[in-house]
């Protein structure tokens, strides 16, 4: 079975609904301490503008998931979870105007996890 770089937790799933009720298609950016530190930004897809520095590390509610490479260079030991905390954030994620902001948990894969991951 192949092992997820990042996944969600169901009460960021339900948020994530909410969002895609309202503003239709996602996507998630994992920022790389612009704004709100290094928080997952969620926005309309399309919205942010990616280029060749940018790579698609999974997908979560029906939302892709990037990451810049030099961000993925730190985090590519750990799988991330995005949750969800009470409290504004100072991003220009869509999630803010909710009184709520989307965060990362990450934990180091297991050596049997590792075997499993999709190259990027």
Not at 85 to 93: A, L, M, P, V, Y
């Amino acid at each position: 079975m192949e092992t997820p770089r990042v996944k969600v937790t169901d009460k960021a799933r339900e948020v994530i609904e909410q969002l895609q009720q309202k503003h239709g298609e996602l996507m998630f950016h994992q920022s790389g301490g612009c704004c709100d530190g290094s928080s997952p930004m969620c926005f309309p897809k399309g919205e942010l503008l990616l280029d060749n520095s940018d790579i698609l590390l999974g997908e979560i509610a029906n939302c892709e998931f990037y990451i810049s490479k030099d961000q993925f260079e730190y985090w590519k030991h750990t799988q991330l979870t995005v949750d969800i905390t009470q409290g504004r954030g100072s991003s220009f994620s869509l999630e803010i105007p909710l009184g709520i902001r989307f965060i990362i948990k990450s934990k180091l894969y297991t050596d049997d996890q590792k075997s499993h991951l999709k190259p990027i």
